[in-house]
């Protein structure tokens, strides 16, 4: 009988967990993710994103920092929603940040659209739940996958509680056109899960993101959140930094500014 190497993974930690048991699956996948306070130190770099609201929000049919990265990464256009991977999409203000709105807030503001991406967390609960160990995060904060680990049992999904996974449910090399496939970069196929990577090739290089690139109104900022010199630090300096759902303690690197 012919497996693949992914089948042969899957089965293998399917019958590892039987034997373990549930309390080792924690172990197995919790590994050097939380320090004593709960929060990973990071004495080197630590990558982030500030959006700014107040520009984004300005032109809201934009969708030219979408364009760039799903082209830029080979991601497919499937039409049919519970099958679409996005890597980043749009999403209404007020389901984006629920709660900021006050009622003297103009109505248009809560129903404008703001993009939304992988939140590479200080805490991602999406590495923990990992048992094939195909997603960690790297030592500059950048939470990346292995699509050649990757098992499809799509336990980070369940865990990302941003949504911003996405699976591959059909072969996602039938929705690229020939004449719209980025070489430089890989394509994936059938039964994986993938997201945004803050352009994790590209930084590696020293280039800029292609969302923050396509971006006309400069509302995306990206950098070392360590460094206070750096732009997104210098862009969120007299702002209002808010980040999704930070009271669930994953400390996410993108912030919303107003």
Avoid at 128 to 146: H, L, S
Avoid at 176 to 196: H, S
Wanted: charged letters at 25%; one cysteine or more; proline letters at 5%.
């Amino acid at each position: 009988m012919n497996r693949t190497r992914r089948e042969f993974i899957r089965t293998a930690l399917e019958r590892g967990l039987v034997v373990i048991g549930g309390t080792a699956f924690a172990a197995l996948s919790c590994k050097d993710i939380f320090t004593d306070d709960g929060l990973k130190t990071h004495t080197g770099k630590r990558w982030g994103m500030a959006v700014d609201l107040l520009k984004c929000m300005k032109k809201e049919s934009c969708v030219d920092c979408i364009a760039a990265c799903h082209l830029g990464h080979n991601v497919p256009d499937i039409k049919e929603v519970k099958h679409a991977i996005t890597w980043i999409w749009k999403d209404e203000f007020e389901r984006v940040l629920p709660n900021v709105h006050d009622e003297y807030s103009p109505p248009a503001a809560r129903h404008a659209g703001t993009i939304l991406l992988c939140n590479h967390c200080a805490n991602p609960p999406c590495v923990r739940v990992c048992p094939a160990r195909a997603t960690w995060k790297r030592e500059d904060g950048i939470v990346v996958i292995d699509q050649h680990r990757c098992i499809g049992c799509r336990y980070c999904m369940a865990a990302c509680p941003y949504g911003s996974r996405s699976f591959n449910w059909s072969d996602p090399r039938k929705f690229l056109a020939k004449e719209r496939i980025t070489p430089a970069y890989p394509t994936r196929t059938k039964g994986t899960v993938e997201k945004c990577e803050f352009c994790v090739e590209r930084v590696d290089r020293g280039q800029g993101l292609l969302c923050v690139g396509a971006c006309k109104e400069k509302a995306l900022l990206f950098g070392d959140l360590n460094d206070p010199k750096s732009e997104v630090r210098a862009a969120m300096t007299g702002r209002t930094a808010l980040r999704r759902k930070s009271e669930l303690g994953t400390g996410p690197a993108v912030y919303y500014l107003l």
